[in-house]
C-alpha cells in the first residue's frame, strides 16, 4: 500500500510540476505578447505622427495654391484693366469693356487680305481669334 500512496504522490507531484512549468511557459508567452503590443503601440504613434506631419503640410499646401490662385487671378483682372478689356462701369463694378472701333477696322482689314488671296482663311480665323482674345 506504500508504494501505491507513494506513486499518487509521486503523479501528484509530477503534475503540480507539469502545472507549473504550464504557468512559466503561458507567462514568458504572456510577457513576449506585451512586448510585442507595446511595440505596434509604439509604432503606431509613430505612424499617427507622422500622418499628422503629413495632414499639415498638405494643408499648408492647400493654403498656398488657394493664395497663388487668388493671386494670379487678381493679376489677370489688373492686366486685362490695363490692356483695356475691362474697364469700371456704373457703381464701380467692373465690366468688359466695348468693343473698339479700331478693333472692327483691323478685323476688316484682314478679311479685305483674305478675300484678296493675301493670306489664307486659316490665317484670317487665327488672327480673328488673337484679335478677339479667343
Known amino acids: ?6 506513486k499518487k504522490e509521486a503523479k501528484k507531484a509530477l503534475a503540480e510540476a507539469k502545472r507549473q512549468e504550464k504557468i512559466r511557459e503561458l507567462e514568458e508567452k504572456l510577457a513576449t505578447t506585451d512586448q510585442r503590443i507595446a511595440q505596434r503601440k509604439e509604432r503606431i504613434a509613430e505612424i499617427d ?15 498656398q495654391i488657394r493664395q497663388e490662385g487668388k493671386q494670379r487671378r487678381l493679376n489677370m483682372i489688373n492686366d486685362a484693366i ?8 456704373e ?17 476688316q482689314k484682314f478679311k479685305q487680305l483674305a478675300d484678296d488671296g493675301l493670306i489664307t482663311a486659316e490665317e484670317f480665323e487665327e488672327k480673328r481669334r488673337q484679335l478677339l482674345n479667343l
Open 1 to 6: 500500500m506504500m508504494f501505491n500512496k507513494e
Open 82 to 89: 490695363h490692356e483695356g478689356r475691362i474697364a469700371r462701369g
Open 91 to 107: 457703381e464701380g463694378l467692373y465690366q468688359e469693356a466695348p468693343v473698339q472701333n479700331d478693333l472692327a477696322a483691323e478685323l
Open 49 to 63: 505622427a507622422h500622418n499628422k506631419q503629413v495632414l499639415q503640410e498638405t494643408f499648408a499646401d492647400i493654403k
